[in-house]
Antibody, heavy 119, light 109 residues
């Protein structure tokens, strides 16, 4: 059974940093691209970052480019999201998702972790 | 950026057909595939994949759900609608990076 468990969320002040983790199990982690998708309170879904299976290529939307960094440790089956220079508009639930690269869709999602950016 | 437009809400009766639309401002077809996907999200839960590449049913999803479309116009159909289908439905394109529609909230009449 595929499991994705996010951690590391919490309350952080604007301008500060936070690092999220996603522990994966139930599949060969190193064979799949992974992504982060967020959802602001009462809002829709927003793609945040994608990383290829080996970690050599990463992709971001303009809204987080230069501030967020996605990475992975295939030996630990863990995905990360380093979030720097956080803004109030980054407040959201962050989901880790497994990517089917050939189609570009997300076939499994974690339960999410809340990040609140506020002074 | 590719923008996806969905109607905010839809109300249908139990046992009837629900048709949810998603329109894009650019063609999301490429080499015979439509890079459009559908997800269901219930309150307090993570999204669940329903349909991938416009018309393929994801694993474990009942055949009441179906998807069709190409180019810039896509639909998700639920027939017949059951009480458990009340949720918000999102479309996502992966032709050029990834973007989601704003979601359509399905309610029962």
């Amino acid at each position: 059974e595929v499991q994705l468990v996010e951690s590391g969320g919490g309350l952080v002040q604007p301008g500060r940093s936070l690092k999220l983790s996603c522990a994966a199990s139930g599949f060969t982690f190193s064979s799949f691209a992974m992504a982060w998708v967020r959802q602001a309170p009462k809002k829709g879904l927003e793609w945040v970052a994608t990383i290829t299976s080996g970690g050599s290529n990463t992709y971001y939307p303009d809204s987080v480019k230069g501030r967020f960094t996605i990475s992975r440790d295939n030996a630990k089956s863990t995905l990360y999201l380093q979030m720097d220079s956080l803004r109030s508009e980054d407040t959201a639930t962050y989901y880790c998702a497994k990517v089917i690269w050939a189609g570009g869709y997300f076939d499994y999602w974690g339960q999410g972790v809340m990040v609140t950016v506020s002074s | 950026d590719i923008v996806l437009t969905q109607s905010p809400a839809l109300a249908v009766s139990l046992g009837q057909r629900a048709t949810i639309s998603c329109k894009t401002n650019q063609n999301v077809d490429y080499y015979g595939n439509s890079y459009m996907h559908w997800y269901q999200q219930k309150p307090g839960q993570q999204p669940k994949l329903l349909i991938y590449l416009a018309s393929n049913l994801a694993s474990g999803i009942p055949a009441r759900f179906s998807g069709r479309g190409s180019g810039t116009d896509f639909t998700l159909t639920i027939d017949p609608v059951e009480a458990d289908d009340t949720a918000t439905y999102y479309c996502q394109q992966s032709r050029n990076l990834d973007t989601f529609g704003a979601g359509t909230k399905l309610e029962l009449k």
